[in-house]
């Protein structure tokens, strides 16, 4: 029986995330023009996911001392403006429930996202998932899935646009009502862990 190595798990990994990761987006193209639309709900929702994982991961202490109060204190300027990007992409949305990236004011939401998204996993999911081997236990096993969960979002969320390199993903995996299956999975974990630990 052949046993994949991590880096083997890692690449196939990656390679169904980038197959499955337009659950939250639609690519049609006219000519030379691509227009990408995007599910309000399931921005919001993954943005959401991520900010209850940070908000939560930073507050822990073994975390926060990885960490270090310096990135602790930039972690909190990150999540706040987080935060402000998930309202503006939800108030450029309006009532919609989807809208074309294309759109000034959800291209400069969405992008402020990604930009926010890329130093939670710099400065959250890069230290958790650094964490040495030899520590173990519940609360960091807790911690390190909900890491991998976080980093599959945001996986997910720069997939939705990367159809901007003008060529769309492979089918991906739906459940009920077109909800991306590795979305939820990975919201479930991370809700796990902000519950597990007293959130």
Avoid: W
Wanted: proline share 2%.
């Amino acid at each position: 029986m052949h046993i994949p190595t991590r880096r083997a798990f890692l690449r196939g990994s990656s390679a169904l995330v980038a197959a499955t990761a337009l659950a939250a987006c639609t690519s049609t193209k006219s000519g030379t023009t691509t227009t990408i639309t995007l599910n309000v709900a399931e921005v919001a929702d993954y943005v959401d996911a991520l900010l209850n994982f940070s908000s939560t991961a930073i507050n822990m202490p073994l975390v926060a001392t990885a960490m270090g109060a310096p990135n602790v204190a930039l972690a909190n300027t990150v999540i706040a403006a987080l935060t402000t990007a998930g309202k503006a992409f939800v108030a450029a949305a309006g009532s919609s429930t989807s809208v074309s990236y294309d759109s000034a004011s959800v291209k400069a939401a969405f992008d402020s996202i990604l930009t926010d998204i890329g130093q939670v996993n710099t400065l959250i999911i890069a230290t958790i998932t650094g964490m040495a081997a030899d520590l173990s236990g519940t609360v960091v096993t807790q911690a390190k899935t909900a890491a991998g969960a976080a980093a599959t979002l945001i996986d997910l969320l720069k997939a939705m646009v990367a159809v901007s390199g003008r060529h769309a993903a492979g089918a991906r995996l739906v459940a009920d009502g077109g909800i991306n299956m590795q979305g939820m999975v990975a919201m479930n974990q991370i809700g796990a862990f902000v519950s597990a630990q007293g959130g």
